[in-house]
Nanobody
Framework: QVQVAESGGGLVQPGGSLRLSCTVS????????MGWYRQAPGKERELVAA???????NYDSSVKDRFAISRGNAVNTVYLQMNDLKPEDTGGYYC??????????????WGQGTQVTVTS
């Protein structure tokens, strides 16, 4: 009943920029955090940037000072502004949502991913 949809990926040259968007639809009570994970071929999916409901942001060291995560006007939207892109940024980018479930449990939702390719 909950759907996470990403958009904004594409092919870009080194040094270029992209902005990824993530929108959550369906019935959801509240969101603890939203973030972006990257999965390169042959590697595990790992955190790129995350934003908590309280507004605290954290980044992987490889994207610090180049990427910026932010909330949209709607509470169910998050963006990832990517500047000075490097070939090592290439991979599938997945939006992750951590929501509150029943009681103290949490529920994780994932989008299908959007491909980012950085190459000359």
């Amino acid at each position: 009943q909950v759907q996470v949809a990403e958009s904004g990926g594409g092919l870009v040259q080194p040094g270029g920029s992209l902005r990824l968007s993530c929108t959550v639809s369906g019935t959801i009570f509240s969101i603890n955090a939203m973030g972006w994970y990257r999965q390169a071929p042959g590697k595990e999916r790992e955190l790129v940037a995350a934003l908590t409901a309280g507004g605290s942001a954290n980044y992987d060291s490889s994207v610090k000072d180049r990427f910026a995560i932010s909330r949209g006007n709607a509470v169910n939207t998050v963006y990832l502004q990517m500047n000075d892109l490097k070939p090592e940024d290439t991979g599938g980018y997945y939006c992750h949502v951590e929501s509150k479930g029943s009681g103290w449990s949490n529920v994780d939702y994932w989008g299908q991913g959007t491909q980012v390719t950085v190459t000359s």
